[in-house]
């Protein structure tokens, strides 16, 4: 029963591992889209996080919806604010790195508050990062996953073999 | 004439628009406001680390920390960098990037109508503005919808017998009320006006600077009438000739009239047989007839009347009206 207890929990973290690079790749696509609507049709920001918070992938849409409730109250607040609140919410629930919320930080602190070409700039430069963190996590994921699956039988099978 | 309730009313209509864009802490000093100044006010004028104004119809006035009135500097409310650039962006909703062709003119239109110029750093390319960056002063035109203002100039610019109103040019310094007048005066003719024998009439508006119909995602959000059809943020040349071909116009309207294109433009809707009424910056006939494009519109003598306003007492009084041969006896020499 310890080995089956210990199997589960190491597939368990395992899973968390594998979660991060797909959590990735829906942000980067979801970023995309933000940068299509800022480019190519200047779409006012809050419609434009509303517009990819219906398209984006589900594990993404919440954090995009949050930031344009934010930013369509009139409570005076910016899309930088609307974006770090957003974030906040968005960690706690989201399999994501500090790296890859600094990034998402960053370009938080550039939404809106310059032309068109300097916007794709810092739109650019997050989805360059978070190709980067994809193929990073990707590795980090493939190794993590087989060493917990592997771990957690075998920590278990070893606490079974000290035990009696 | 208006009376001063009305326009109160007006008023508090346009302030949670307003206020909507502003930083928080300066809402709260504006809502601190007595409102009878506040009742009062045509401009707020925000600049990075000097003093908060306002611009009333009597001058401007700073204000303090609690919306009272400072009579220095020292007791002045004095803006800071950070609350410029916050208020850029709650104007911009957010999205410079969206509003670069209005930048580049140096103001935007919010929702409600009202204009807000900027300053700052121009960014040139190949000698011409492409953006303005460091944004240092913002001047923020509450904009009023004045119903009954345009009543006493009216009876001067209706064509009785023809049953529609003559070619009427409006003009006259800034922040006398023109395009408060021309708004009015385009609510009238649209919805007919019985008392001066005048019958509804399909109203073709330009509204470049989204300025007169309020538009808000295209469609008007002031009362300019129940016959006009308006092309908004549409520029004034191209737009008058869209609107002659699609729209079957019996009256045309545009505000601020100046460029060679925009007199071209005029010509062809005059020669076309539809009424125009349009307003043009400018304090008196000499001046008017002194700039190319628009002595050029002089010598159509196709203009039946000319307004000027003035200030004396209120933004939107008729201070004169000219026709075809006066004006030549007021200053216009071709």
Redesign the interface.
Known sequence: MLVTAGGVAGMMVAREYAKRPGELKSLLSAIQMLETEIMYTATPMAEAMERVSTGADQRVAGFFRDAALDLRSTAGRTAGEAWETAMERFYPRCSLSRGDMSILGNLGRALGRSDREDQAKHLRLASEQIRMEIIKSEEEAAKNTKMWNYLGFCGALAAVIILY | MISNKADVIAQDKNWPEVL?V???NL?KIITGVRPEILCRVEEIRIRALRPLMLGLDSGDIMLTEGGGLADSILKAYIVGEEEV??CL??I???????L?EE?RNGFITILGGHRVGLTGKAVLDQGKVK?I?YFSGINIRISREITGSARSLMPRIVDREGGTIHHTMIFSPPRCGKTTVLRDAIRIISDGAPEYGLPGQAVGLVDERSEIAGCYRGIPRRNIGIRTDVLDGCPKAEGMVMLLRSMGPSVIATDEIGRAEDVRALEEVLNAGVRVIFTVHGSSLEELAARPALNYLFRLNMIDRYVLLGRDLKAGLVKGVFDRKSIFENGVAL
């Open positions: 909507a502003l930083p928080l809402r650039e916050r962006q709650l911009s909703g957010s999205s410079i990037y969206a670069e930048i953006t960056k």
